[in-house]
């Protein structure tokens, strides 16, 4: 079973995921924000982070950058879910695997971990 | 930008004006309102305002729609700025560490993202959610009391929005904070009204009672209570110079030679007995080069253009000289409709105005006791805006009752804002109607009142030359018998 860590600060977002993400048959990790990501990342190795953007604390651009200082979580894909413009996020973030704009509908977001896990969702 | 006395404008047209300026650095006011009032539209409106002037701004929520449909519906809004997102405005919620570690938390979120954004402006959207966590009411005014400390220290302004109001309850935040606005909205009839109220404003004057408001694509369009802005005239009456040609020669001869620059003159009468058209000759009798306007509620620009021509007066040839500005008087709100009006002198330099059915604004308000402030400040302002100003006003087809020729004209209010009264009547003598003019004050000159007649030709209002016609009338008609007594629904005050 593939683990995904969803880091959101809006709860009812968080909540809706972790739902959604149960019933397809994914194991699900939670954070409120980058920080509360890193201390989850620091104990368990997701195979996708699925992260908002604008979060307190440490946002989606602290996180991955966080993330590529670390060997062990450089590999994990990362999905950037936010209604910021593309090229905002990629201007601060660099690189990252896939791009979800909200908001966005539950066949957008399968579809997305679809072409990451081909086969699996 | 921030200004020396330590405080800054929101940006939010008309707001400023009624907070004395705007809001202190640093300070901490409460914005609350019912769902569907704006509050969110409003935290949003004075984030992005500052964020375009280089400040950067943190809007935090709690129980409040998702970031991504705010931003989707601010987005629609010509104060929504995309670039802003995420340096200058961000967005953070934080119910989820209100929820985990209380209060305590949540003010953990705000120290640290107010300094780690170098954040000037903080919205706090969800108020009440802090309330119903706190467990006890000491522990919600430590909370409030901890929230002032920050915004102090970190120099960050802070608006906290709240849906909670109970009008007869006062929650203790309410006397911690440095102000308290409320947005409210009434129903008149079928017609819901917005306003805004500032109940508290420490360190300032501020502009109290209630100001309508309306939210459009622009965001929030706050109007002061024009007689309250306008209390004393914006600025000094310096009326001085030549007097005025109303248009119609016979008038200005009774007027002893026009009217005083910058004066106010209502010509009040029944329906067609002449009152637009003498609007439409004051407006075309100025000199070539003078900015004139009419402004009116009923006739519009076409109909209005329609009646000079065929009266032959010159309002195609002024070109844009001559602005006609309509305002039907639908879902219209009565400050809004000044501050157009005003605004609109002001950018064209306008100089001789007409205003068409000056009743008009009284039916833009339930609250008939503004009405007698409201006109008194808006003529004071035109005065002092060195404008010349014709208004008309719709009376009931009154008639002439002999020994009582003015019976039934209600003058009530008029006196203080009109420098100069001139009354039109519709006269039935047997078959025919005859129109006649009276002048019923002229302030400070010496003025033939006595009753002319008169007839509308090519090129508008003729009087006769004098008085003998109008007295034939009259006689005539006292010899007819007895008239029904008039009436008039003209009501210029509350009473």
Same mark, same amino acid.
């Not at chain 2, 920050?150 to 608006?159: E, I, K, L, P, V």
């Given at each position: 079973m593939r683990t995904v860590l969803i880091v959101e600060d809006e709860w009812a977002i968080a909540d809706w995921l972790e739902v959604l993400l149960s019933e397809n048959a994914f194991n699900v990790l939670v954070a409120g924000n980058g920080r509360e990501a890193l201390d989850i990342l620091h104990r368990d190795?997701?195979? *996708?982070?699925?992260?908002? %953007?604008?979060?307190? %604390?440490?946002?989606?651009?602290? *996180?991955?950058?966080?993330?590529?200082q670390e060997e062990r979580l450089r590999s994990i894909p990362v999905v950037v879910m936010t209604s910021l413009l593309e090229h905002v996020v990629r201007d601060r973030a660099g690189r990252f695997r896939a791009y979800l704009r909200k908001p966005f509908r539950e066949v957008d977001l399968m579809k997305v971990i679809g072409e990451i896990f081909p086969g699996e969702a | 930008m921030s200004g020396d006395n330590g405080r800054f404008a929101t940006g939010v047209p008309g707001l400023d004006a009624i907070l004395g300026g705007g809001v202190f650095d640093g300070g901490i006011y409460i914005i609350q309102g019912a769902p569907g009032a704006g509050k969110t539209i409003l935290g949003n409106q004075i984030c992005f305002a500052q964020a375009a002037q280089g400040r950067n701004a943190l809007y935090?929520?709690?129980?409040?729609?998702? =970031? &991504?449909?705010?931003?989707?519906?601010?987005?629609?809004?010509? /104060?929504?700025?995309?670039?802003?997102?995420p340096d200058r405005m961000s967005y953070v919620g934080a119910f989820k560490t209100l929820e985990d570690d209380g209060l305590r938390g949540l003010l953990d979120v705000v120290r640290r993202e107010v300094r780690t954004r170098k954040a000037s402006i903080l919205v706090l959207d969800g108020l009440i959610t802090v309330?119903?966590?706190?467990?006890?009411?000491?522990?919600?005014?430590?909370?409030?009391?901890?929230?002032?400390?920050?915004?102090? /220290?970190?120099?960050?302004?802070?608006?906290?929005?709240?849906?909670?109001?109970? &009008?007869?309850?006062?929650?203790?935040?309410h006397t911690m904070v440095d102000g308290l606005i409320e947005l409210q909205t009434s129903l008149h009839g079928r017609r819901a009204e917005r306003s805004l109220q500032v109940h508290k404003l420490r360190g300032t004057w501020f502009m109290g009672g209630k100001h309508s408001y309306r939210i459009t694509d622009g965001g929030h369009a706050i109007y002061p209570r024009v007689e309250a802005l306008l209390e004393t005239p914006s600025v000094w009456d310096s009326a001085d110079g030549?007097?005025?040609?109303?248009?119609?020669?016979?008038?200005?001869?009774?007027?002893?030679?026009?009217?005083?620059? =910058?004066?106010?003159?209502?010509? !009040?009468?029944?329906?067609?007995?002449?009152?637009?058209?003498?609007?439409?000759? /004051?407006?075309t009798g100025g000199a070539a080069d003078e900015k004139a306007m009419l402004f009116g509620f009923h006739e519009n620009p076409m109909a209005l253009r329609i009646k000079a021509e065929s009266l032959k007066l010159p309002l195609k040839a002024r070109g844009d000289k001559i602005m006609l500005m309509w305002r039907p008087q639908t879902e219209a709100v009565l400050d809004e409709v000044a501050t157009e009006l005003l605004s609109s002198i002001k950018q064209n330099g306008v100089r001789r105005l007409v205003i068409d059915g000056i009743e008009g604004f009284s039916k833009l308000t339930d609250e008939k006791e503004r009405i007698g402030s409201f006109l008194s400040a808006l003529c004071n302002e035109l005065r002092? !805006?060195?404008?010349?100003?014709? &208004?008309?006003?719709?009376?009931?087809?009154?008639?002439?009752?002999?020994?009582?020729?003015?019976?039934?004209?209600?003058?009530?209010?008029?006196?203080?804002v009109a420098e100069n009264i001139i009354a039109l009547h519709l006269a039935a003598l047997r078959s025919e109607n005859h129109r006649l003019m009276t002048i019923l004050k002229s302030r400070d000159r010496r003025t033939d009142m006595r009753m002319r007649r008169f007839e509308i030709i090519d090129g508008g209002i003729v009087l006769d030359a004098d008085f003998q016609s109008a007295e034939r009338i009259l006689r005539d008609i006292s010899s007819q018998g007895p008239q029904p007594t008039p009436s008039t629904d003209l009501k210029l005050t509350g009473e």
């Open positions: 190795t997701p195979d *996708l982070v699925l992260t908002d %953007f604008m979060m307190p %604390f440490l946002d989606g651009a602290g *996180l991955i950058a966080a993330m590529r | 935090i929520t709690l129980l409040a729609e998702s =970031h &991504a449909r705010m931003i989707g519906h601010m987005r629609r809004m010509t /104060f929504f700025d995309e670039a802003a997102i309330h119903e966590k706190a467990r006890s009411e000491l522990e919600l005014k430590k909370f409030i009391h901890e929230l002032q400390t920050q915004a102090a /220290f970190s120099n960050c302004t802070m608006f906290l929005l709240t849906s909670a109001f109970d &009008a007869d309850a006062h929650p203790p935040e030549p007097m005025v040609s109303v248009g119609i020669a016979g008038v200005d001869k009774m007027l002893g030679g026009g009217v005083d620059t =910058h004066s106010v003159t209502v010509v !009040l009468g029944p329906s067609g007995s002449g009152k637009t058209t003498a609007g439409l000759q /004051f407006l002092a !805006l060195g404008v010349t100003t014709l &208004a008309t006003a719709e009376t009931d087809h009154a008639g002439i009752t002999p020994g009582q020729p003015l019976k039934g004209v209600n003058q009530t209010g008029l006196s203080a």
